[in-house]
């Protein structure tokens, strides 16, 4: 897990906080709205630079800082920013909103997720509606460590979103969404190992809806294509 801290660039000096993971030791996974948005509500811009501090070195001086030339998101996102008034709640949603950090070094103490894409095909909608996933990050710019609010039921919404019945509040777009589960390789112990998968990647939440609820964009096989090939080391 990482803590963004996104730098908007303007003469106020206007910052905020997001959320990602290590899918790579120089690589980190994130919203595409921490990256590219309409941060006064006016005018889509890119910001100016963003922090990088690992969750397990949340209180030490371990981070990288790089600039927005260091960060790749879809242009089909860039053009959807320009065209949405992102700043309110009855936005609409984008199977484009991810994107990456690119970090020039290693950070110590970090290791990176295995992760690969999750597709219908192998996880089909009757799968999500019996399993609970876990969203992970840093609520209004928590500083006590990696934490996760609230774990929620899950449902696939078509092949590019899962919506998930727990409220994410400021400071976790860009966080992980995974699902848990034991796992036995051949040979080992009974329950010898608890897995995850990376299902999707915080997007936004619809406070005003009823019920209430997020969605995340799924790491489906062309989203995960996508960041392989804009990643600036080799897996």
């Known amino acids: 897990m990482c ?26 996974l994130t919203t595409a709205h921490n990256l590219y948005n309409k941060f006064d509500g006016n005018t889509a811009t890119p910001i100016s630079q963003v922090k990088v501090t690992p969750g397990a070195q949340l209180n ?57 894409a999750v597709d219908d095909q192998t996880l089909p909608a009757s799968w999500f509606q019996q399993v609970s996933v876990y969203l992970f ?40 969404v995974f699902f848990y589960y034991q796992y036995t390789p051949p040979g080992a112990a009974e329950n010898s190992g608890t897995w995850a998968f990376l299902l999707a990647v915080q997007s936004m939440t619809y406070s005003n809806a009823s019920p209430e609820y997020s969605l995340g964009v799924r790491i489906t096989s062309s989203v995960f294509q996508n960041l392989l090939a804009h990643m600036a080391e080799q897996l």
């Open 3 to 28: 803590k963004l801290e996104c730098q908007y660039p303007n003469p106020d000096g206007y910052s905020w906080v997001g959320s990602g993971i290590m899918i790579g030791r120089r690589t980190v």
């Open 60 to 116: 030490s001086n371990v981070s990288a800082t790089v600039g927005y030339d260091a960060c790749w998101h879809s242009g089909n996102w860039q053009h959807f920013v320009d065209r949405q008034d992102y700043s309110n709640d009855d936005r609409k949603e984008s199977p484009d909103d991810y994107g990456i950090i690119n970090l020039p070094n290693d950070l110590p103490g970090v290791t990176p997720i295995r992760w690969a």
């Open 137 to 176: 990050g840093y609520p209004n710019g928590y500083t006590g460590g990696t934490i996760y609010p609230s774990k929620g039921s899950a449902a696939p919404d078509g092949s590019d979103y899962l919506t998930y019945n727990m409220i994410a509040v400021r400071g976790e777009s860009g966080g992980p």
